[in-house]
């Protein structure tokens, strides 16, 4: 059995306060605060890459880096186009010439669906240890002039231990995808744009339904679940989808005020906050975005003996 044994991450240092851009997009406090709910953004240096953010992660981890057999990259915005960039990652962190790699292009959805991918790939090949990362520099790609976008998103990165020695294992999975909407967070010519309303109101019903369903199918019981971590898409959105699904909201954090949206890397930046706190025992991770894409899964702690 393989699960989620820790999680490391690197913020950009650079960070951009939204109070003081009020006048360029004629905002209020209100909006900032309760509305999009990011008050500043981590936003990369130039010379910083996927990679580098990547390698910053890891310095939190500690672990043997010699038994390393696979390692996933979650990534929409590499720093080149060929090869794929978590086997940069392999020759970076010296990771042995036996070791799996490959790149999973997907965004706020991305790092449930790539947990599952890489649970499952490790099982069916015997592997022991593997390495989860997530990096979506979107700052490369947002409009610096356009509201719906440039006061959302930011830059970090995330490393994701897997092993059999683990903290929290994934219960079931849940996935989804809606084509139809692909333009509403669409990027041409190296320019991001988005619908916010109709990205809202496809996380306040798509994704609301799709939560219910999960939990129905697989007989989850909202009040045996501690945590409800949601994709840090706005401070609005999640205060919506805690209304919608009769949630206590004190089990809906949102905690990316002082960073912002960092798309792939939202989750798991959500998790390394509960990771090692006592006194939970189920949290459901859900994420949704481009795509439009959805995924939800539930983890359990592992028991204590």
């Known amino acids: 059995m393989l699960g989620i044994h820790s999680i490391s991450s690197y913020k950009a240092k650079n960070t951009i306060n939204n109070y003081e851009r009020k006048d ?10 309760d509305k999009i709910g990011f008050e500043s953004l981590s936003i990369k ?10 390698l910053k ?24 186009r060929i090869p794929h960039s978590s086997a ?7 990771l042995s010439k036996d070791c799996a790699c490959y790149d999973i292009a997907l965004a706020c959805s991305g790092y449930v669906y790539a947990l599952s991918n890489i649970i499952a790939f490790m099982s069916f090949n015997g592997l ?45 999975f849940s996935f989804g995808t809606d084509g139809s909407g692909y333009e509403h967070i669409f990027c041409k010519k190296d320019v991001l744009s988005m619908n916010g309303q109709a990205v809202f109101n496809f996380a306040a019903s798509t994704v609301v339904k799709h939560i ?12 045996e679940i501690d945590l409800f971590l949601f994709h840090q898409g706005s401070k609005y959105l999640l205060d919506t989808l805690a209304k919608r699904l009769k949630l206590d909201p ?7 005020a002082s960073y912002g949206n ?5 989750l798991p930046l959500l998790l390394q906050e509960f990771i090692s706190k006592k006194g939970y025992n189920k949290i459901l991770l859900s994420g949704f975005g481009t795509g439009l894409s959805y995924a939800t899964t539930l983890l359990k702690f592992k028991e204590e003996k």
């Open 24 to 33: 360029l997009f004629c905002i209020n406090d209100s909006f900032i605060k």
């Open 45 to 54: 240096d130039e010379n910083e890459s996927l990679v580098s953010m990547c």
């Open 57 to 80: 992660a890891c310095e939190g981890l500690d672990i043997e880096y010699s038994k390393i057999s696979c390692l996933v990259l979650v990534s929409q915005n590499q720093d080149i």
């Open 88 to 94: 940069l990652l392999q020759k970076e962190l010296g």
């Open 128 to 172: 022991e240890h593997g390495l989860l990362f997530t990096c979506d520099p979107y700052s490369k790609i947002v409009d610096k002039k356009d509201k719906n976008t440039a006061l959302l998103f930011a830059d970090a990165a995330s490393v994701t231990y897997i092993s059999k020695d683990y903290k929290l294992q994934a219960l079931k």
């Open 212 to 223: 219910e369903d999960f939990l129905s199918k697989n007989d989850f019981l909202k009040d």
């Open 250 to 256: 004190k089990k809906v954090p949102f905690l990316a």
């Open 262 to 266: 960092t798309v792939s890397s939202s």
